[in-house]
């Protein structure tokens, strides 16, 4: 997989007409989603003053639904499972399962998802995936709405049966508490192809305003600002153009100037990223969501959470965008292993379900990482 990272970064750095030379390698992130920093060693190890701004997918990362495929939630769940489930097809033409768990890398060299052989297979845990259908029950359970509560219109969802389930995963709630309590400045930007931003926006803003989450009744006193209107990236050829409301700005204009606008957003925002772009680029690195990264700046980091994000540049989703020098103009396009927990999150959606600090700990393990890539770069 790695051999795989490193060829797509050389096609990647000469589509984009630049190279690495003289630029300092960061520091490669754990590899292991599996990996966590222990709660009482986050505040000791960071410094709140650097700004965080965090670029946050929807779809099977905060919500477990996809409109873009009009899936609900145990459909969404189910899909998703099929997507970190490992196998081969064997000699004789069978496929044979290598693990009865689920995993975001696979167990062995040889392996690939389910997913990745068959495409997308409705009922996947009533058929070949039957051995997954206690995780898939295990992760609705836990998915359902408080029980005594009432439903609400924009934070709950109804799926089969009537069961009511969240809209949005608790543990993006519990994140942003747990970056207020450390007195940290950052700010949230919805990243997604679909078309669910309004609704997100508008669910999250009752949650902040109006206390209307049963389990987090005390989020108004955050006192974060939602800015209701969603803006569009659009990619082509001639470059990349981000509008929202009367901002319209351009790479025709310059790189830099696209890296200080998410720099400086402040509260929670959202943006539709450009999907035939990716589909016309095989889905790869070089058509995904463009994310800017400044090894250089020590006041703002930047870090993408999204399900969709891996380490083959072949099939990934966000594209790295690294500036070549401090304050520069110029980027190169990194692979995705070599920011991964740094500023590039893999969602594990299971783990994103059963663990209320999931987000929190994934933040703190790329703060930890990009720490020690800028204490290399400057020595």
């Known amino acids: 997989m790695a051999e795989v990272g490193?060829?797509?970064c050389r096609e990647a750095e000469e589509h984009d007409g630049t190279n690495s030379r003289n630029v300092p390698e960061p520091v490669w992130g754990t590899g292991d989603p599996a990996v966590t920093v222990p709660r009482e060693l986050w505040s000791s190890n960071h410094h709140p003053r650097k700004k965080l701004v965090l670029h946050v997918d929807l779809n099977n990362t905060i919500?477990?639904?996809?409109?873009?495929?009009?899936?609900?939630?145990?459909?969404?769940?189910?899909?998703?499972?099929?997507?970190?489930?490992?196998?081969?097809?064997?000699?004789?033409?069978?496929?044979?399962?290598?693990?009865?768990?689920?995993?975001?890398?696979?167990?062995?060299?040889?392996?690939?998802?389910y997913h990745s052989y068959f495409g997308r297979t409705p009922g996947f845990t009533s058929s070949a995936g039957r051995r997954f259908r206690g995780i898939l029950d295990e992760h609705l359970d836990l998915l359902r709405w408080p029980e005594g509560t009432k439903g609400d219109r924009e934070l709950s969802v109804k799926g089969e049966g009537g069961k009511l389930y969240h809209w949005i995963l608790p543990s993006f709630f519990q994140l942003l508490k747990d970056l207020a309590q450390e007195g940290r400045e950052f700010a949230i930007i919805f990243r997604s192809f679909g078309n669910d931003l309004p609704r997100t926006l508008s669910a999250v803003a009752k949650a902040l305003n109006e206390g209307a989450h049963p389990l987090f009744p005390d989020l108004?006193?955050?006192?974060?600002?939602?800015?209701?209107t969603p803006g569009k990236i659009r990619c082509s050829k001639k470059g990349i153009v981000l509008s929202r409301a009367e901002d319209r700005m351009s790479t025709r204009d310059g790189e830099r100037g696209l890296y200080q606008y998410f720099s400086s957003v402040q509260g929670l925002v959202g943006f539709q990223d450009h999907f035939d772009w990716w589909a016309s680029n095989t889905y790869s690195i070089r058509g995904g969501k463009p994310l800017w990264v400044d090894p250089f700046d020590p006041h703002v980091q930047h870090i993408f959470i999204d399900d969709n994000i891996r380490q083959d540049d072949e099939h990934t989703i966000v594209h790295p965008k690294v500036f070549l020098d401090p304050g520069g103009t110029e980027t190169r396009t990194a692979c995705t292993s070599e920011l991964y927990d740094i500023t590039l999150v893999q969602t594990d959606l299971l783990q994103a379900i059963s663990q209320s600090d999931y987000f929190t700990q994934r933040v703190h393990i790329c703060l930890e990482n990009y720490e020690r890539n800028l204490q290399q770069g400057a020595g």
């Not at 899936?71 to 000699?91: P, Q, R």
């Not at 693990?99 to 998802?113: E, G, I, Y």
């Not at 108004?220 to 209701?228: A, E, F, Q, R, Y």
């Open 6 to 8: 490193e060829n797509s």
């Open 220 to 228: 108004p006193d955050l006192k974060i600002n939602v800015n209701m």
């Open 63 to 113: 919500l477990v639904s996809d409109t873009v495929m009009a899936l609900g939630t145990e459909a969404a769940l189910e899909y998703f499972l099929s997507t970190v489930t490992w196998g081969k097809m064997s000699k004789h033409g069978k496929w044979e399962w290598l693990s009865d768990s689920a995993s975001l890398l696979p167990p062995c060299a040889d392996a690939v998802t």
